[in-house]
């Protein structure tokens, strides 16, 4: 059997030695059969009238004549028409009114269709504005008085529903950006021509929920992008308007309404951003997240404050919480470090505008410390460089507000001299049992020396509470001896360089105001304590060498 098998293998070896004997053959034979290569042709230079810049200014006059005279060009007559339809229409009949609005956007439809055989660009432009025209069409039938024919408003959102069910499928199937784009802008802008009341903001969320679908679908962003600006601008408009359109309507109810929709375009936009995350560029992430953000918060707290500013700092913590969820699930769904730190950060940032909403005095000083430094050993712990980096501002703000209650500084500047160090030097292992991925190179130098240098401004002020007023260059030198010992103890330079320049501006002081103005005694103990404290401090760079840190 063994013997067989060998056989078997010699015979299956020799074949393929003779499979490559005859490629062998076969590729010398092509080899020597081909033609000789076509001799290079050296290119022929440009004309000077056709080098330099001249290309460059062609190329921008065509794109604005192109691409943004087009799109100005169809926006101005899809708003001309719709004035026409607000206008005029009132004077014909209920048939004729229909009849006539429908025919101009069934035309300049057909009208984008023929030029798009010959400029597919410019023709969709008016397709889409053909589209655009038909949805303001279908919303003026209830909305605009001079063309109210249907008088239930569930009819109308429906027959709007199903216009922008059309408007979605009809772009979709053309794959079409510009269609889509150019048909939702408009829609959403049209809108605002008349007054915006309740219908008209569940209209933008029918539209902005058609723009959505793009971006799961396609991860189109520019028409989403422009949707989100146009639904929280609609909005900015309602809210402006609603004690003239509803004067007799409760607060709370105003209140209510507003809010609805705001959390309504929030999780509408986050959740089509966070469904797939890792297929949008890192720059559109961003974008979404920031101006969804904006819009909620800006907006949000406009009106609570207006109707109900017991609720504010309630309304600032929901916001945080909801960032902070984005960001979790930011992570869970594989996005970006950058948008999972953004929903960190913007949640951190709106929790410490909300504090001075409910705090005052030292209890705003202790918040807004406290907030910091959590979010610091948060950062710390995520590997998150940009929640660290509002930490650290998060503590300067309250080192500059420990002016602000009129006792208790002290305590207030010890507290933060152990969040800065804690929030550089602290390393906290996160709940998962993974290490943080820590800030490294420029970023992580960057944090120290902020954080070493807000340390010994604390420290500064520390001892100019605690010395008497007289003492305070002494004061200003221990600090100094402080920050060299704890420089020195946690191994990190960037608390001896501070600790070196407040010690220059206390030999300043030294020589410029004390050693003239202090009394003999004063003088006497201020100089010999400076004194052994440089020598102290020397005696250390000695024995230590100044290790680096």
Not at 32 to 44: F, N, R
Not at 103 to 127: K, M, P, Q, T, Y
Not at 390 to 411: E, I, K, N
Not at 466 to 495: D, H, I, K, N, Q
Request: proline share 4%; charged share 15%.
């Amino acid at each position: 059997m063994a013997e067989e098998e060998a056989r078997n293998l010699a015979e299956v070896v020799r074949r393929l030695e003779e499979t490559v004997s005859r490629l062998e053959n076969r590729i010398a034979h092509l080899e020597a059969t081909a033609a000789p290569p076509p001799p290079l042709v050296p290119e022929t230079p440009l004309p000077a009238a056709e080098s330099g810049s001249a290309p460059e200014t062609r190329d921008l006059e065509a794109h604005l004549g192109t691409y943004w005279l087009s799109r100005a060009g169809i926006v101005a007559l899809i708003l001309g028409f719709s004035f026409l339809i607000i206008y005029h229409f009132g004077d014909l009949g209920v048939l004729a009114r229909v009849g006539a609005g429908y025919l101009l956007s069934a035309g300049l439809s057909a009208l984008g269709l023929w030029l798009s055989r010959r400029h597919e660009l410019f023709g969709r432009i008016v397709f889409g504005g053909g589209l655009a025209l038909a949805y303001f069409v279908t919303y003026a039938l209830h909305f605009v008085p001079a063309v109210r024919v249907i008088d239930s408003e569930v009819l109308a959102l429906v027959l709007l529903a199903l216009n922008t069910v059309a408007i979605v499928v009809i772009a979709q199937r053309m794959h079409s950006e510009t269609v889509a784009g150019i048909a939702l802008f408009l829609g959403l802008h049209t809108g605002m021509l008349s007054d915006i009341t309740l219908f008209t903001l569940m209209s933008t969320s029918l539209l902005a929920a058609g723009a959505l679908f793009f971006l799961v679908k396609n991860r189109w962003v520019i028409v989403p992008l422009s949707s989100l600006v146009a639904v929280y601008s609609t909005h900015v408009v309602w809210a402006m308007r609603t004690e003239a359109i509803a004067p007799g309507q409760p607060t709370h109810e105003r209140l209510a309404l507003s809010l609805a929709f705001l959390v309504l375009y929030y999780v509408l936009f986050s959740v089509a951003l966070l469904l797939y995350p890792r297929e949008l560029s890192r720059r559109a992430g961003l974008a979404f997240a920031l101006l969804n953000w904006v819009g909620l918060l800006t907006l949000g707290a406009v009106e609570v404050e207006r109707w109900d500013r017991p609720r504010l700092f309630a309304f600032f913590v929901a916001v945080a919480l909801a960032q902070g969820v984005g960001g979790m699930a930011a992570r869970w769904r594989g996005a970006s470090s950058a948008l999972f730190q953004a929903y960190l950060a913007t949640g951190v940032l709106t929790l410490a505008m909300g504090v001075p909403t409910e705090f005052e005095d030292a209890t705003l000083v202790h918040t807004w410390t406290a907030v910091g430094l959590a979010a610091g050993l948060a950062g710390r712990a995520l590997g998150a460089g940009a929640l660290q980096a509002v930490a650290v501002a998060l503590l300067y703000v309250a080192l500059g507000a420990t002016w602000l209650p009129p006792s208790g500084r002290a305590l207030l500047d010890a507290a933060l001299i152990v969040s800065f160090t804690l929030v550089e030097r602290a390393t906290v292992v996160p709940l998962d049992g993974r290490l943080p991925a820590p800030v490294t190179g420029r970023g992580r130098t960057a944090l120290q020396a902020l954080c070493a240098v807000g340390a010994g401004l604390a420290g500064v002020w520390l001892l100019g509470e605690v010395m008497p007023g007289e003492l305070t260059t002494l004061g200003w030198g221990v600090a100094a001896s402080g920050l060299f010992l704890l420089g020195f103890a946690v191994r990190e330079r960037w608390y001896r360089f501070v600790g070196l320049g407040v010690l220059a501006f206390t030999l300043g002081r030294l020589m410029f105001v004390d050693l003239s103005g202090l009394p003999p005694d004063q003088r006497i103990l201020t100089f010999l304590m400076l004194g052994v404290m440089l020598l102290a401090v020397s005696y250390v760079y000695t024995r230590v060498r100044a290790p680096r840190g």
